[in-house]
């Protein structure tokens, strides 16, 4: 058998044969196997076939569906995706506003070669994303979310520009381009965006800042990262949860009355730690919360009419 440079490739190329055009539905025979060897060059002998299926399951535990008596061909069965999780990440990566159009398909195609093409391509006529979803027109918001991670991993504090919008200057550097300075603790997706969830000394308190308004990121490495109590006080999945649509406002510990039925959206709201009392018929419960009291709170309560009642603080009531 003569020798040459794509010989030593051989066993990558017979993956990827596999990889790209078999699954569980879909079949390759040995002769078809070395013909599509040979169109890259490689010229293989049927037994060596048969070894190399044998390393591929044996030595790197890939599902390889055997050559059966039937000459139906063997296959690469099953992957580390399954079909429906692929579809589920491809839906999810399609309906995200935090990805601009051109990231959102350039991730879609990455996760569909996870996949045989012909699974592929059944999978992508699947997909329907509804209601005219709004996608970023940033591109570097993927990149300052990378970069910002690599600060909390590296301990170190973060600068940046914060932009907004206003009605003369259009999209524009706050509080005239200064940068912020701030220790950065966490990183939330809500609400269809990403947000930085940060402590600022000044301020001496946790805030949070939307990732697609942070322009001009840059680690400080000279700076350790503070606030790690406050953080550690405001665990992020509790923070989230008061903050209604990552709007601030003080925060109150506000009790509700609530009828039994809104249970459910209650613990969705504030998770399944939150206590509550009955009352004495059970037709409702009386819970305290802590939350930040802002419109889009009241926007909730209200969202819920006769069914929900704020009882106290008599401030927020009021």
């Given at each position: 058998?003569?020798?040459?440079?794509?010989?030593?490739?051989?066993?990558?190329?017979?993956?990827?044969?596999?990889?790209?055009?078999?699954?569980?539905?879909?079949?390759?025979?040995?002769?078809?196997?070395?013909?599509?060897?040979?169109?890259?060059?490689?010229?293989?002998?049927?037994?060596?076939?048969?070894?190399?299926?044998?390393?591929?399951?044996?030595?790197?535990?890939?599902?390889?569906?055997?050559?059966?008596?039937?000459?139906?061909?063997?296959?690469l069965a099953?992957?580390?995706?399954?079909?429906?999780?692929?579809?589920?990440?491809?839906?999810?990566?399609?309906?995200?506003?935090?990805?601009?159009?051109?990231?959102?398909?350039?991730?879609?195609?990455?996760?569909?070669?996870?996949?045989?093409?012909?699974?592929?391509?059944?999978?992508?006529?699947?997909?329907?994303?509804?209601?005219?979803?709004?996608?970023?027109?940033?591109?570097?918001?993927?990149?300052?979310?990378?970069?910002?991670?690599?600060?909390?991993?590296?301990?170190?504090?973060?600068?940046?520009?914060?932009?907004?919008?206003?009605?003369?200057?259009?999209?524009?550097?706050?509080?005239?381009?200064?940068?912020?300075?701030?220790?950065?603790?966490?990183?939330?997706?809500?609400?269809?965006?990403?947000?930085?969830?940060?402590?600022?000394?000044?301020?001496?308190?946790?805030?949070?800042?939307?990732?697609?308004?942070?322009?001009?990121?840059?680690?400080?490495?000279?700076?350790?990262?503070?606030?790690?109590?406050?953080?550690?006080?405001?665990?992020?999945?509790?923070?989230?949860?008061?903050?209604?649509?990552?709007?601030?406002g003080r925060?109150?510990?506000?009790?509700?009355?609530?009828?039994?039925?809104?249970?459910?959206?209650?613990?969705?709201?504030?998770?399944?730690?939150?206590?509550v009392l009955?009352?004495?018929?059970?037709?409702?419960?009386?819970?305290?919360?802590?939350?930040?009291?802002?419109?889009?709170?009241?926007?909730?309560?209200?969202?819920?009419?006769?069914?929900?009642?704020?009882?106290?603080?008599?401030?927020?009531?009021?």
């Amino acid at each position: 058998m003569p020798k040459n440079a794509n010989q030593k490739a051989k066993l990558l190329h017979l993956l990827r044969i596999l990889w790209n055009d078999t699954d569980a539905e879909h079949r390759l025979t040995v002769p078809q196997l070395l013909k599509r060897l040979e169109s890259k060059g490689i010229v293989a002998e049927r037994k060596s076939i048969y070894s190399d299926l044998k390393v591929l399951e044996e030595e790197f535990d890939l599902d390889i569906l055997p050559i059966t008596r039937d000459r139906k061909g063997c296959a690469l069965a099953s992957r580390i995706f399954e079909v429906p999780e692929i579809g589920m990440l491809m839906d999810m990566v399609q309906s995200s506003r935090f990805l601009t159009a051109e990231k959102a398909a350039q991730l879609t195609d990455k996760l569909s070669r996870q996949l045989s093409r012909h699974q592929a391509a059944r999978l992508k006529r699947q997909i329907w994303v509804t209601g005219g979803v709004a996608k970023a027109e940033n591109q570097r918001i993927y990149y300052t979310l990378d970069q910002l991670s690599e600060a909390i991993n590296n301990d170190h504090q973060v600068s940046y520009q914060y932009m907004e919008w206003t009605l003369d200057k259009g999209r524009c550097p706050r509080h005239g381009g200064r940068r912020y300075l701030v220790s950065p603790w966490a990183l939330i997706f809500q609400d269809d965006n990403y947000y930085l969830v940060a402590y600022d000394a000044q301020e001496e308190r946790i805030k949070h800042y939307r990732i697609d308004r942070i322009e001009a990121a840059r680690e400080e490495m000279q700076l350790p990262r503070e606030g790690r109590q406050a953080f550690e006080e405001a665990h992020p999945s509790t923070y989230a949860r008061r903050m209604f649509g990552m709007y601030g406002g003080r925060e109150e510990r506000v009790t509700l009355h609530c009828s039994a039925q809104l249970l459910n959206a209650l613990r969705d709201r504030f998770g399944t730690e939150v206590q509550v009392l009955p009352d004495p018929d059970r037709r409702g419960f009386t819970a305290r919360v802590l939350v930040a009291v802002s419109p889009q709170f009241f926007a909730w309560v209200f969202g819920f009419g006769q069914e929900m009642e704020i009882l106290s603080p008599t401030s927020v009531r009021q």
